[in-house]
């Protein structure tokens, strides 16, 4: 079987995880490589969470969340956007393509964004090939 | 050096301008933060480059002097401060570990010597009150030979240096600035314990991820680590990256708010930045 890139999304439940809802009711054609993680603000991503799931065997990693301004919770959104901009230097730093993580911005009316913006991700992902963790042997050799 | 500090030190705890004074002691041929009240005790005071007073105790995981501030809330202590401590100390306070209100920082100069031992870029406080400035080091030929690799060689790079991490948690427990109670890097959830070396993006990417926003370069991760990682070489990368993006400096000055603690209001972001990343 050929590779197909694997992506983790997570989506705030006020805006994003809507777009989504959306697309899906509305039978947009999208690319089936994103799979979705519902979070109640785009805030609650920690860092960590986006390692985990690199670790875990994930590709990339989407992050979607209300626009700037529009929070359900006022500014969850800026401070991810604080964290994800440093996150992303940081894994640009130790090897790993800042492509592989992308935050953006779809609102609960926006489905036909939601599948652009999820189907040039899986092209980018596509393009860079599998995020190659420790192999087995590596790990507990 | 020491004598002028043993001096000052007597001055400050006799005109009762503090309570008390923070620094290291030597006993027994040992050197240990102390807390200074008496001044017959200002004999055995002692500086050193190898032990930071802003450490953080293990296991209780809190730093020393937030620990007897909390105890003593009302003690005027005053602390022997190196470049990097005073920066530390700054950047807690940011965090509400520790009240700058109620300390007096005696800032001491470190030698040029001491600065080139540490590769540090900054080897004087900001209250500099003994000693002479010497220039900092700002060369550093690990950044440089990072900064010409393409992203490919770095990962290669980096991948050798993790793959010789012990998890010893020497790193950690010698940053000043992790001073969590509840460590990521400690939970299963995220680190799979019992396995070496450790995952990758994981463990070692857990406290980089927390930290580099606050790290005030002090090396002590890099010193304490038993395999060589260079440790502050990432941190001394991202601290470039920090100045790009946030136009921030950790531990420079108490005014300026930490890029992942504010929000909107405080620090407005760039412009580019508002279109998703
Ligand atoms: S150089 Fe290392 S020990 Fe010092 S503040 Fe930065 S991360 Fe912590
Ligand atoms: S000090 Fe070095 S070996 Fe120990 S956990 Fe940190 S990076 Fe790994
Ligand atoms: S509620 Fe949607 S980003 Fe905060």
Same mark, same amino acid.
């Given at each position: 079987?050929?590779w ?7 989506l705030?439940?006020w ?9 899906g ?13 519902r ?6 991503v ?43 230097k ?11 993580v992308?935050l ?5 009316s ?25 192999s ?6 | ?22 620094? /290291?002691?030597?006993q027994?041929g ?7 009240? +008496? %001044? @017959?005790? !200002?004999?055995?005071?002692? &500086?050193?480059t ?9 296991p ?12 003593e ?28 209100g ?25 209250? /500099? ?12 030929? +690990? %950044? @440089?030979? !990072?900064?010409?690799?393409? &992203? ?13 991490c ?26 799979e314990?019992g ?7 994981m463990f ?17 991760c ?9 440790l /502050?070489?990432l ?11 946030f ?6 000055d108490?005014?300026?708010?930490a ?13 580019e ?5």
């Open positions: 079987m050929s197909e890139p694997k992506i983790v999304g997570f705030c439940n805006c994003s995880y809507r777009g989504a809802d959306l697309a009711t509305a039978r947009m054609k999208c690319s089936p490589n994103v799979r979705t993680i979070v109640m603000c785009s805030g609650r920690e860092p960590t969470f986006i390692l985990k799931a690199f670790q875990l065997g994930a590709d990339g990693v989407l992050v979607l969340g209300c626009h700037p301004g529009d929070c359900h919770y006022t500014e969850g959104n800026y401070k991810t956007l604080r964290r994800m901009s440093l996150l992303k940081m894994l640009a730093q130790l090897g790993v393509e800042e492509e592989r992308r953006d911005w779809v609102s609960a926006e489905g036909d964004h939601f599948v652009s913006i999820v189907n040039d991700m899986t092209e980018k992902v596509r393009a860079l090939g599998p995020f190659r963790q420790n087995e042997e590596e790990k507990h050799g | 050096m020491i004598g002028n500090i043993r001096d000052l030190a007597r001055k400050w705890l006799e005109d009762k301008e503090v309570d008390a004074i923070f620094a /290291l002691r030597e027994n040992y050197l240990a933060p102390y807390l200074f009240t +008496n %001044v @017959d005790k !200002l004999g055995s005071m002692e &500086i050193s190898q032990y930071r007073l802003s450490y953080t105790c293990r209780s995981k809190e730093n020393i002097l937030s620990l007897m501030q909390r105890k809330p009302s003690t005027r202590i005053g602390i022997v401060a190196r470049g990097c401590e005073e920066r530390a100390l700054i950047e807690l306070a940011k965090r509400s570990q520790i009240d700058l109620k300390t007096k920082i005696m800032g001491i100069a470190c030698t040029q010597e001491e600065a080139i031992e540490c590769k540090c870029e900054r080897p004087y406080p900001d209250n /500099l009150v003994l000693g002479q400035k010497v220039e900092g080091v700002s060369q550093d030929e +690990n %950044v @440089d030979a !990072l900064l010409n690799k393409s &992203i490919t060689e770095r990962l290669a790079f980096w991948r050798y240096q993790f793959s010789k012990i998890k010893c948690y020497g790193c950690r427990n010698a940053c000043p600035m992790c001073f969590c109670k509840d460590c990521k890097m400690e939970q299963g959830v995220f680190t314990t396995w070496l070396p450790p995952e990758i993006p070692l990417f857990i406290r980089f991820s927390h930290i580099s926003e606050r790290c005030i370069w002090c090396g002590e890099e010193k304490a680590c038993p395999v060589d990682i260079p /502050l070489t941190f001394k990368l991202l601290r470039r990256d920090i100045k790009d993006l136009d921030y400096e950790a531990g420079m108490m005014t300026q708010e890029p992942l603690l504010t929000t909107l209001d405080e620090m407005p972001m760039k412009e930045l508002a279109s998703g990343i």
